[in-house]
């Protein structure tokens, strides 16, 4: 795996998680 390979699947993995943490947000203040 190349360092780039490895930083998009860190940037993806991080992505999902805030959008998981967005998703939270929204059913709490919801």
Do not use: G, H, P
């Amino acid at each position: 795996m190349t360092t780039a390979q490895f930083l998009q699947d860190c940037w993806y993995e991080l992505q999902a998680r805030l959008l998981s943490l967005n998703a939270d947000s929204l059913i709490k203040v919801n």
